[in-house]
């Protein structure tokens, strides 16, 4: 629950850097190159002088930073997220880093994903442990229970809070001495180490490593906790070892292309399912396109394996957000209009084939399709790099609820002909594994597969949580 109203909100990106004197202006450029996973708010919470500091708005990394207030954030340790969500949730209580004084102290928090229990924990806190709720975060029930827990270390205390949350985690925590981050066990969202001179940075993507010069040490392994103080850093394993499900669709969509993630660069990933496409749904074609940016690759890769040329049949105008960033329907179909224009000399009466990386609701593509049709293109054939979403997801992607998901209710055909195209195919999970490097046991599918690697929200509002759904022998070893 990304934001307590029964829906899955949230993909975000995190930052963190220790020990350089500039913390705060290089975790700023690591939000810059992670603004993707999250245009709605940003915050930066930076340690110095015995105390933290922090800075956060609703808006890009741009708006929310101006000279002013970056220059405020003093300290050589600071913690970085930008968030993402849709309605109801877009304020500031809700932007992080949460930060929160407590009797040992005060801490900050950024979190990647979505807890499937925190609905259950927070009842929990309220009800019986009194506690008040700043935001409505799925992400504060962490910091809540960090600042119930006994220990006297502040790993320590996190590592007890984490034991009690299920879900999809990726975490940079800061206290006045140290700085910890995060992977759940089953390694859902990315999260990596780096090296900048003496200072260690951590970061969702290698993107923002990039951006600061720094170099990529290693990811944080599925389910390790990792500790950085003054004397240095330090490792822990403290959850029981079950096998990682990464997200698929970090692969599909979420990541930027220049990052690796999950032990393979994203680039290559989407070329090869456009290769794979090509393989499976070969078509007579003038050109191939791509929806601009995140087909850009698979597309590239479809045309290397057909010999059909690349075209640029879509200009992005680069200045607006991303397509899901509005909170309604009607904003968002305007939203499509300005943002992507079609180059009518390079498509007016050819056969394309179009290449889109995923059909969620269905809204892009209808739209998109309109506006190929009426610059006179003569056939178009679409083909999408993920298989059919029919699930949503529980673990920090931005999913609808399924009645909206478009290949829930509807059948490939009935999609295809509601969108208007000539023809219609789907990737297929295995070529999905193939292009991905791994087989089914490798990764989360939940949203084409509907196996979903722990316990669901609903589960725990069950009085009878005997027979939960989904109950994967790891997430027991969680209570
Ligand atoms: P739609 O089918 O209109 O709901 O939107 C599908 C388009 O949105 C795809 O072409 C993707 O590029 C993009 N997309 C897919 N999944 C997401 C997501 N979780 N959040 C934001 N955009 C997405």
């Given at each position: 629950m990304g934001d307590n109203d029964g829906h899955p909100k949230h993909h975000c990106g995190v930052f963190g850097v220790f020990g350089h004197p500039e913390a705060a202006k290089l975790t700023y450029l690591g939000l810059y190159a992670l603004q993707h996973r999250g245009q709605e708010g940003a915050g930066i919470v930076c340690?110095?002088?015995?105390?933290?500091?922090?800075?956060?708005?609703?808006?890009?990394?741009?708006d929310v930073f101006k000279p002013h207030k970056l220059g405020r954030l003093k300290g050589d340790r600071a913690i970085g997220h930008v968030r993402y969500s849709t309605f109801g949730s877009n304020n500031l209580k809700n932007v992080q880093p949460l930060m929160a004084d407590y009797a040992k102290g005060s801490m900050a928090l950024g979190h990647n994903g979505n807890l499937v229990n925190a609905g259950a924990l927070r009842d929990d806190l309220e009800e019986r442990g009194g506690a008040i709720f700043q935001s409505t975060t799925d992400s504060e029930v962490i910091i809540q229970l960090i600042a119930r827990s006994r220990k006297e270390r502040f790993p320590d205390a996190v590592i007890e809070a984490l034991r009690k949350v299920i879900g999809a985690y990726s975490i940079?925590?800061?206290?006045?001495?140290?700085?910890?981050a995060a992977r759940d066990p089953l390694g859902f969202r990315p999260l990596w180490i780096g090296r900048?001179?003496?200072?260690?940075?951590?970061?969702?993507?290698?993107?923002?490593l990039?951006?600061?010069?720094?170099?990529?040490?290693?990811?944080?392994?599925?389910?390790?906790?990792?500790?950085?103080?003054?004397?240095?850093?330090e490792s822990?394993?403290?959850?029981?070892?079950?096998?990682?499900?990464?997200?698929?669709?970090?692969?599909?969509?979420?990541?930027?292309?220049?990052?690796?993630?999950?032990?393979?660069?994203v680039d290559e990933v989407r070329k090869r399912l456009g290769r794979n496409l090509a393989k499976l749904a070969p078509v007579d074609a003038d050109i191939v396109m791509s929806v601009p940016d995140s087909s850009n690759q698979a597309a590239l890769g479809y045309a290397h394996e057909s010999g059909i040329p690349f075209d640029m049949g879509f200009i992005r105008n680069h200045y607006v957000g991303r397509t899901f960033i509005e909170p309604d329907q009607s904003i968002r179909d305007f939203g499509v209009k300005i943002k992507l224009n079609a180059a009518r000399s390079a498509i007016q009466g050819k056969r394309v084939v179009l290449i889109d990386d995923s059909i969620v609701r269905g809204t892009t593509s209808k739209k998109i399709i309109k506006v190929l049709r009426r610059c006179g293109v003569e056939e178009i054939h679409f083909r999408i790099s993920a298989p059919p979403i029919i699930n949503s997801c529980f673990y920090g992607i931005d999913t609808p609820d399924r009645e909206r998901l478009i290949a829930s209710q509807m059948s490939v055909e009935e999609i295809r002909q509601y969108l208007g195209v000539d023809s219609l195919v789907f990737m297929t999970i295995d070529g999905l594994l193939d292009a991905a490097g791994g087989n089914k046991?490798?990764?989360?599918?939940a949203c084409f597969t509907n196996q979903y690697p722990t316990m669901l929200p609903s589960d725990f509002d069950r009085k009878e949580k005997d027979a939960p759904r989904h109950l994967d022998t790891s997430t027991e070893l969680f209570f």
């Amino acid at each position: 629950m990304g934001d307590n109203d029964g829906h899955p909100k949230h993909h975000c990106g995190v930052f963190g850097v220790f020990g350089h004197p500039e913390a705060a202006k290089l975790t700023y450029l690591g939000l810059y190159a992670l603004q993707h996973r999250g245009q709605e708010g940003a915050g930066i919470v930076c340690a110095g002088n015995g105390r933290l500091n922090g800075h956060r708005g609703v808006g890009l990394v741009s708006d929310v930073f101006k000279p002013h207030k970056l220059g405020r954030l003093k300290g050589d340790r600071a913690i970085g997220h930008v968030r993402y969500s849709t309605f109801g949730s877009n304020n500031l209580k809700n932007v992080q880093p949460l930060m929160a004084d407590y009797a040992k102290g005060s801490m900050a928090l950024g979190h990647n994903g979505n807890l499937v229990n925190a609905g259950a924990l927070r009842d929990d806190l309220e009800e019986r442990g009194g506690a008040i709720f700043q935001s409505t975060t799925d992400s504060e029930v962490i910091i809540q229970l960090i600042a119930r827990s006994r220990k006297e270390r502040f790993p320590d205390a996190v590592i007890e809070a984490l034991r009690k949350v299920i879900g999809a985690y990726s975490i940079v925590a800061l206290d006045n001495h140290c700085m910890v981050a995060a992977r759940d066990p089953l390694g859902f969202r990315p999260l990596w180490i780096g090296r900048r001179g003496g200072a260690t940075i951590f970061a969702s993507e290698t993107c923002a490593l990039d951006i600061i010069d720094a170099d990529w040490v290693r990811e944080i392994e599925p389910g390790e906790v990792v500790v950085v103080t003054q004397d240095g850093m330090e490792s822990y394993k403290p959850f029981e070892q079950v096998t990682p499900k990464p997200c698929i669709f970090e692969f599909i969509y979420v990541a930027r292309p220049d990052s690796e993630i999950f032990g393979q660069s994203v680039d290559e990933v989407r070329k090869r399912l456009g290769r794979n496409l090509a393989k499976l749904a070969p078509v007579d074609a003038d050109i191939v396109m791509s929806v601009p940016d995140s087909s850009n690759q698979a597309a590239l890769g479809y045309a290397h394996e057909s010999g059909i040329p690349f075209d640029m049949g879509f200009i992005r105008n680069h200045y607006v957000g991303r397509t899901f960033i509005e909170p309604d329907q009607s904003i968002r179909d305007f939203g499509v209009k300005i943002k992507l224009n079609a180059a009518r000399s390079a498509i007016q009466g050819k056969r394309v084939v179009l290449i889109d990386d995923s059909i969620v609701r269905g809204t892009t593509s209808k739209k998109i399709i309109k506006v190929l049709r009426r610059c006179g293109v003569e056939e178009i054939h679409f083909r999408i790099s993920a298989p059919p979403i029919i699930n949503s997801c529980f673990y920090g992607i931005d999913t609808p609820d399924r009645e909206r998901l478009i290949a829930s209710q509807m059948s490939v055909e009935e999609i295809r002909q509601y969108l208007g195209v000539d023809s219609l195919v789907f990737m297929t999970i295995d070529g999905l594994l193939d292009a991905a490097g791994g087989n089914k046991d490798q990764y989360c599918t939940a949203c084409f597969t509907n196996q979903y690697p722990t316990m669901l929200p609903s589960d725990f509002d069950r009085k009878e949580k005997d027979a939960p759904r989904h109950l994967d022998t790891s997430t027991e070893l969680f209570f």
